[in-house]
C-alpha cells in the first residue's frame, strides 16, 4: 500500500522561505517519479514542480521558476520542495504525487498524499 505524507507547512510572511518533505512508503522509490501539485481556494489544482525516478530532470511551474527548487533522496524516501521569496499568491493546500517510471510503463499521477496548508501574509 503506497503512503505519502507531506509535512513542514505553515504561516510565513511574503519573501519568507519553508520547507516541504514528502515522506513515501510501501513502493520502490526509485521506480517512480514525484511531484508536488497546489490547490488555492475557488481555484484548480495547479502543478508546482516535478523531479523524475533518479532525480536529474525537474520541471517547473512559469508561476514558481526561480523561486521553488524539488529536490529528493532516493536513500531515504522523500521528495523536498524548497520554496523561496514566497509570495501572497502561494497559499494553497500543498499535495505530494507518485507515479510508475520504468522502462516497461510510465503512469499518470496516481497515489497522493493527504496534503499540507501554506498561507503566505501580505
Known amino acids: 500500500q503506497v503512503q505519502l505524507v507531506e509535512s513542514g507547512g505553515g504561516l510565513v510572511q511574503a519573501g519568507g522561505s519553508l520547507r516541504l518533505s514528502c515522506a513515501a512508503s510501501?513502493?520502490?522509490?526509485?521506480?517512480?517519479?514525484m511531484g508536488w501539485f497546489r490547490q488555492a481556494p475557488g481555484k484548480e489544482r495547479e502543478l508546482v514542480a516535478t523531479?523524475?525516478?533518479?532525480?536529474?530532470?525537474?520541471y517547473y511551474g512559469d508561476s514558481v521558476k526561480g523561486r521553488f527548487t524539488i529536490s529528493r533522496d532516493n536513500a531515504k524516501n522523500t521528495v523536498i520542495l524548497q520554496m523561496n521569496s514566497l509570495k501572497p499568491e502561494d497559499t494553497a493546500v500543498y499535495y505530494c504525487?507518485?507515479?510508475?517510471?520504468?522502462?516497461?510503463?510510465?503512469?499518470?499521477?496516481?497515489?497522493w498524499g493527504q496534503g499540507t496548508q501554506v498561507t503566505v501574509s501580505s
Open positions: 504525487a507518485a507515479r510508475l517510471e520504468t522502462y516497461y510503463r510510465v503512469t499518470s499521477y496516481r497515489h
Open positions: 510501501g513502493l520502490t522509490f526509485s521506480s517512480y517519479g
Open positions: 523531479i523524475n525516478w533518479s532525480g536529474d530532470s525537474t
